[in-house]
């Protein structure tokens, strides 16, 4: 299997902690896999002490660097290195705030080839919705946060056309899974946490949802996709 560990955007506050945690998910998935894989990590703050660190890493083939002012998608749509994501078999889409808890990279594997979710994402403590911490086994979402997806290189593909330039922080387009008829899912099964509040602009961050919802949608505003999409279209018993 070929995998590849895919950080969106890395640095600014809390770098110390994001080391932690990003050298702690390594680790973990090293030890759950027990082979070597590759990582793509987008710097928006210069971090050469912690490139030469992750270099070090013996179970690190290939290390993937883009370097970019911005925030979230400025980073990862402009990304040169994203023509490589095809070389692999599976790729985990992590936040670099999100720490791994609980975690089979193999047994998400089999849940998602199973039940073909396209976007598969564990449990996430510390999420801002209840649904993505409350259940037990398999839920298929019509919208799931975006804090850790396990994709194929065609999901991460789909995945990034969802998301604009203009709507940087990535506001909304997550709940819209469903409306997309894209099969998302969490597994109640696997744990990881959300460490670090956000940062998030809301001031900005709202109004560049809307638009993205009256651009490329018949939806007005989030309530309105709310009431036609519940969160949880299905609970499977594994």
């Known amino acids: 299997m070929k995998l590849l560990y895919y950080l969106p955007a890395f640095g600014k506050n809390n770098l110390d902690v994001k080391y932690d945690i ?10 759950n896999i027990n082979t070597s894989f590759d990582i793509c990590i987008n710097f928006y703050t210069i971090c050469d002490d912690i490139k030469i660190k992750l270099k070090s890493l013996h179970f690190i083939n290939n ?6 002012e911005g925030i979230l998608t400025e980073l990862f749509l402009t990304n040169p290195n994203n023509k490589y994501t095809s070389n692999y078999d599976y790729i985990l889409f992590v936040l670099d705030d999100v720490k791994i808890k609980e975690f089979d990279l193999g047994k998400l594997i089999e849940v998602k080839q199973k039940y073909n ?3 598969l994402s564990p449990k996430i403590l510390g999420s801002t919705h209840y649904f993505m911490n409350v259940y037990t086994d398999l839920t298929i979402n019509n919208f799931l946060e975006v804090y850790l997806l396990l994709f194929t ?9 969802l998301y604009t330039l203009e709507n940087k922080w990535m506001w ?14 969490v597994l109640n099964t696997y744990v990881a946490e959300h460490v670090l509040p956000s940062n998030s602009d809301h001031n900005t961050a709202r109004p560049l949802m809307d638009d993205y919802f009256k651009t490329y949608t018949k939806y007005t505003c989030l309530e309105d996709i709310m009431n036609s999409f519940p969160p949880i279209k299905e609970t499977i018993l594994l």
Not at 22 to 31: C, D, E, K, R
Not at 63 to 68: A, D, G, I, R, S
């Open 117 to 119: 979710i396209e976007f």
């Open 63 to 68: 290390f993937y660097v883009y370097e970019k």
């Open 22 to 31: 990003l050298i702690h998910n390594l680790t973990y998935i090293y030890n």
């Open 153 to 161: 290189p065609a999901d991460f593909v789909k995945f990034c056309s």
């Open 172 to 185: 909304g387009v997550d709940f819209l899974f469903g409306h997309y008829n894209i099969k998302a899912g």
